[in-house]
């Protein structure tokens, strides 16, 4: 017990490790829209369902949830992907800034943004319509405004790393985001990046780029294998031998034959030492007919046949072969072909087989859910795994935590992310800041920000005066958490206040101002000072980011010059369109002239009218 205890504080020191890791992400990004409707009888004009629509979300997809994935995390996340001038892109720019993406995608007018659209009633998925096609290919003018938001974006994630070379993450989905022109870019410029992580339905497109971890599904890594050919072969052993044709056939997909070798013996090379095992080794593999699951394996009359690859398994002399045997008998040569050092072929509810330099295999495991509650895991798994290498950790450990992430957000239906703070609970060490009030005071606060110092925590620091609280505070709040780890917010004193917003302000005292901040989730620690500026309470805190609220560029931010002296980055957050506390107030004024009772009026008595201050 105690051992395993220890075990999962190392695991909780490698994700501290990876906060702030800079990591660029390019690819397909899409939007996934969920509808949850409710049915309760089939229409008359066929035997279909009639749904009454009740709910329906948004969340990033593709690349774009792999970013998500690498802020809820931890990392400093900055994508880079064309995306349409359309209504489903205008949500996907939303879903980004709520994460605390940084957001450098490139609008592209006329080509539309991909959308998966899920209609569900009872839970269940009863059908998906995809927009987006690869033929929806980049105007040269696009590849060339992406190539620059690629360069940009990599040296302004250096700039904020201090010189630090960033993690790269290609998410090629065949929608067209990568052409040509975008890979062979990527190919020369290699070494501007320290860790690279490749995730691709053709993993053949990317031959050069010498990625560190590829993540191909089992689908994807047996195509590269039957397109591969007979070139690389294992020698006979005791692994399972495979064979491939000498090239493929014209007029179908490729086809893989798999024999045992004499002797041949399953790998069932499972850790157990760490993460609990929800699914016992040495299990056989799923038997049924073939399914709509890329990946998925399934027992026919003469063998196994992969569906939607065009694979087909030859199991005659031993049928107790499965997929994470297969793929663990050809780790060495998928790692030959992509030239990456590490591969993980991820095998969806069966888990995932690694394989590294070392010639280990490591195997782990996930538990079994509906398919509603998968979709995505794999950018949590993607995402996890490469801020785990990009910090140094033992493939080992980075494995174990790939697979924790992506086991620990199936919990429900939706577009999985995993937030560091669930992937530390899981491993029992939640942070916290306990014994520690929210309402705090300046001496106390150089206490909480010396523990989460200590701790290799990040601090977000933000200030205003918050006089009526409204949604647009309540949004902009919620993006400067995701920033970094601890978010204090300074709050101005009733004097502060008169003296920058004139005499009838604050409406709210401060005390009422403090405690409405406080009580929302997303504030860790509020503070109040008396000055006029926060200049005083920034050096005392030396913010990693501050962040202020308004449409103009970080360069015009007063404090700016201060906080960059200190080492810290300066971040503007954009307005809610039409929320603001001035606004609110002329609002009331405005109701309350409207509506002001006439004093003659039957009923009225002036005794009972109570005077309200004006604000």
């Not at 948004?58 to 970013?67: D, I, L, P, V, Y």
């Not at 495979?242 to 056939?249: C, F, G, K």
């Not at 072929?345 to 330099?357: I, N, R």
């Amino acid at each position: 017990m105690a051992g395993a205890a220890a075990e999962h504080r190392r695991l909780a020191t490698v994700v501290e490790s990876w906060l702030g890791r800079p990591v660029l992400i390019i690819g397909d990004a899409m939007l996934d829209e969920w509808r949850f409707a409710d049915s309760d009888r089939l229409c008359r004009e066929a035997p279909a369902p009639v749904l009454t629509l009740r709910r329906r979300i948004s969340a990033a997809g593709g690349a774009a949830n792999t970013a998500v994935n690498v802020a809820a995390l931890g990392g400093r996340a900055v994508l880079v992907a064309p995306v349409g001038a359309d209504v489903a892109g205008d949500e996907l720019h939303d879903c980004l800034d709520r994460a605390g993406v940084w957001d450098r995608t490139v609008n592209q007018p006329g080509r539309p943004t991909p959308v998966k659209r899920r209609m569900l009633a009872g839970n269940q998925i009863l059908l998906r319509e995809d927009s987006g096609d690869p033929d929806d290919t980049l105007a040269p003018d696009g590849v060339t405004r992406l190539l620059t938001a690629l360069d940009c974006a990599t040296e302004e994630l250096r700039a904020a790393a201090g010189g630090e070379a960033p993690t790269l993450v290609v998410c090629d989905y065949g929608l067209g985001a990568l052409p040509a022109p975008v890979r062979a870019w990527l190919v020369e410029q290699r070494e501007r990046y320290a860790t690279v992580a490749l995730d691709a339905h053709d993993l053949a497109d990317w031959r050069g780029l010498a990625p560190t971890v590829v993540t191909p599904s089992f689908a994807e890594a047996t195509r590269l294998l039957a397109r591969a050919g007979g070139a690389t072969r294992p020698a006979a052993g005791t692994e399972l031998h495979l064979e491939h044709p000498d090239s493929d056939p014209a007029d179908g997909p490729s086809e893989l034959t798999v024999g045992a070798a004499p002797g041949g013996a399953r790998a069932d090379a499972v850790d157990t030492e760490t993460i609990p095992d929800p699914t016992p080794p040495g299990r056989p593999g799923p038997v049924g007919e073939p399914t709509l699951s890329e990946g998925q394996v399934a027992l026919t009359g003469d063998g196994l046949s992969v569906t939607g690859t065009g694979v087909t398994v030859n199991t005659e002399a031993g049928q107790g072969a499965d997929r994470a045997v297969l793929a663990e008998a050809r780790l060495a040569e998928l790692r030959a072909h992509t030239g990456a050092d590490v591969v993980a072929v991820t095998l969806d509810t069966d888990g995932a087989v690694v394989g590294g330099a070392d010639g280990e295999r490591r195997r782990s495991h996930s538990t079994p859910v509906p398919a509603s509650h998968a979709v995505g895991a794999g950018d949590a798994y993607l995402a996890a795994m490469t801020l785990a290498l990009a910090a140094d950790a033992p493939l080992p450990t980075a494995a174990q935590l790939a697979q924790l992430a992506a086991t620990i957000t199936v919990s429900d239906t939706g577009t999985c992310v995993c937030r560091r703070e669930d992937l530390l609970t899981a491993l029992g060490l939640a942070p916290e800041a306990a014994g520690h009030p929210v309402l705090v005071g300046t001496d106390e606060l150089d206490a909480i920000v010396a523990e989460y110092r200590d701790a290799g925590r990040s601090v977000v620091f933000t200030n205003g005066c918050f006089d009526v609280l409204h949604r647009g505070h309540v949004r902009y709040l919620e993006q400067a958490r995701a920033l970094g780890d601890l978010l204090i917010v300074a709050v101005n004193s009733d004097g502060s206040v008169r003296r920058l917003k004139g005499p009838d302000r604050p409406v709210n005292p401060v005390e009422d101002r403090g405690a409405l901040l406080a009580a929302l989730s997303c504030v860790d620690h509020v503070v109040i000072f008396e000055e006029d500026s926060p200049a005083a309470l920034i050096e005392a805190v030396r913010p990693d980011i501050y962040v202020k609220g308004g449409d103009y560029p970080p360069e015009l931010v007063p404090e700016a010059p201060l906080v960059r002296r200190l080492g810290g980055q300066v971040r503007t957050l954009g307005y809610v369109p039409d929320r603001s506390t001035s606004a609110i107030i002329e609002r009331i004024r405005s109701h309350g002239q409207d509506r002001e009772p006439d004093p003659s009026s039957h009923g009225h008595d002036p005794s009972l009218s109570t005077p309200t201050r004006a604000s």
